[in-house]
């Protein structure tokens, strides 16, 4: 009779634990499924970009974020597919890779711009572990820091583009409080960058191959 007591007891505390468990967990997960719930309502439309700013308030990075219909190997694919950037790339009239021994990439591309293109080389830090990227400047015009992060979502997946470029000193000087150029330039940067890379890697994945 003591020993069945002991036995009751104890289960009776195993369902308790389990159920403080599951209200535990529960509320986490339906906050995750809310979150991705919203994002995906948020994309469904297309790409969206996130503006970020410093503690001191000012800009720090716009990212623009865009669901892609393809599995992260082949985003990631598309993303040091540098052979073909020329090809998708917006704006791009030429570019260059070198691969190097530390298995980095360096580019050199001439941009396209009003008045002048612009003509820099950049150094590609690739962490395909992560799925990402990390891109710095060499030389050059361009100025800032750029990187990559492509995660799985559903059934494709989600290209993260955090774009930070330093205008050029002969724009800023016009630039007001609210550092509207160069956000405006930011942000529209992402868009266009991630639109590129989710047009190459569906449009590769309907013809199955380059």
Known sequence: ?????????????????????????????????????????????????????????????????????????????????????????????????????????????????????YKYTLHNKLDKANYEITVTPISGPAKGLWSYKVVPFGKGSLLYYHCYSELPKIITKFEDEAQTMTIGVNAATSIAVVQAFKKRVEAVNKKGGN
């Open 1 to 117: 009779m003591g020993k069945s007591h002991f036995v009751d007891k104890e289960k009776k505390m195993r369902r308790t634990i389990i159920l403080l468990i599951i209200l535990v967990i529960s509320p986490t997960i339906a906050a995750a499924k809310t979150q991705a719930s919203s994002l995906s309502e948020l994309l469904k439309d297309g790409p969206i970009t996130q503006v970020l700013y410093n503690k001191s308030g000012k800009f720090k990075e716009a990212v623009g974020i865009i669901y892609i219909d393809g599995t992260p190997d082949q985003v990631w694919d598309a993303m040091t597919d540098y052979e073909h950037f020329i090809d998708f790339m917006p704006q791009v009239v030429e570019f260059k890779a070198t691969k190097k021994d530390d298995g980095s990439v360096e580019t050199y591309q001439e941009i396209e711009v009003p008045g002048f293109n």
